[in-house]
């Protein structure tokens, strides 16, 4: 019988973990801030292509991913110790439909609290073959991603990442380097075909940021370009977190990413974090969102992204993990853990 026994904290998860917040915020900040569409002949018409072919839907999906992965690593790890992971996760998973809850006041579109859903949906599964995991999320991603239905692909997502985990595909990567090598340039082509049938539905002018349908539920060009974008997400996101894992075998990369891991080990934090400097920049710099264009938002992230990583690798060379994190385990054990570093 196959022994679940997990290696200590995996940091190659932290690495993608931070990277996906990189993208998270650009997508994030149009809805926040109610951003208009772009003014024709700007460079804000080159940066929206840009985002809704790149970024759109790609990092949601890879921090969905990652909670799937995180799911079986926990409820693993707790039955490592002879504990009830069952419980503690459910614990895990209000506190995280709480946190999204109240996050959702601020940002409609916040997605812990779809997270915390399908935790409760995904449980039983933990039981499940990995492989009858991995036919029903490949199943229900195929099906979903037609639909163009962007909520509803968290779910087969973070299947995918229980099964992902019930492979044990991130331990000892330096020995998958070659699997991770076909993976990537797998998801390589096949993302370069979706991007091609994606960018030939392009409108030609600057487009409202959200699938619309007519009476008769027909689409437009815009809405279009939009759901195919919806439908290749994930297999971009695939190809990404191959590529980084590839990157990552090399010391010098890690070495030049690092600031990346502590963002990502702050995920929590960090996330929730975002939406309270989106909103205080939005009211410090501007009196109307209307006001904003599409590039002074990614001048607003970069910000964003120095003060918080900066945030991050001073807060963790104190503490042993973020404040919200460090609230969310003791919730979870009912307890108090050990929370400065030791000196």
């Keep these: 019988m196959e022994r679940n026994t997990i290696n200590p904290r995996i940091e190659s998860l932290d690495y993608i973990r931070g990277f996906a917040l990189l993208g998270i915020i650009l997508v994030n900040i149009l809805a926040l801030l109610d951003i208009n569409i772009p003014a024709p002949h700007t460079p804000d018409v080159s940066y929206q292509r840009f985002l809704y072919l790149f970024v759109e839907g790609r990092f949601y999906s890879i921090f969905s991913f990652l909670f799937g992965v995180g799911f079986y690593i926990f409820i693993t790890r707790a039955k490592e110790k002879g504990k009830n992971g069952y419980i503690l996760f459910l614990r895990r998973i209000i506190i995280l439909l709480a946190f999204g809850v109240i996050h959702s006041i601020f940002q409609p579109g916040e997605a812990l609290k779809y997270y915390a859903i399908c935790g409760f949906i995904v449980m039983p599964f933990y039981k499940v073959n990995k492989h009858i995991n991995l036919a029903i999320g490949i199943t229900l991603l195929i099906w979903f991603g037609v639909m163009g239905e962007k909520l509803l692909l968290t779910l087969p997502i973070i299947l995918l990442g229980l099964s992902a985990g019930q492979y044990r595909v991130f331990e000892n990567l330096s020995q998958k380097t070659k699997k991770v090598f076909v993976f990537t340039v797998i998801t390589f082509f096949l993302s370069l075909f979706g991007l091609v049938v994606q960018y030939s539905l392009i409108p030609q002018s600057p487009f409202q940021n959200m699938i619309l349908y007519s009476e008769d539920g027909a689409m437009d060009q815009a809405s279009e370009f939009l759901k195919m974008g919806v439908t290749v997400g994930p297999i971009i996101s695939a190809f990404y977190v191959g590529l ?70 001073i807060w963790l060379r104190l503490f042993r993990m973020g404040p919200l994190e460090w609230i969310w385990r003791i919730v979870t054990y009912w307890k108090m853990g050990p929370f400065l570093m030791k000196k």
Excluded: D
């Design 244 to 313: 980084l894992l590839l990157l990552l075998q090399t010391k010098m990369v890690r070495i030049l990413l690092s600031p990346l891991k502590y963002y990502g080990r702050m995920a929590l934090t960090n996330y929730l974090g975002q939406t309270a400097f989106i909103l205080l920049a939005g009211n410090l710099l501007f009196k109307s969102a209307s006001a904003m264009t599409y590039m002074q938002s990614l001048y607003i992230c970069l910000a964003i992204y120095l003060i918080q990583i900066i945030f991050s690798l």
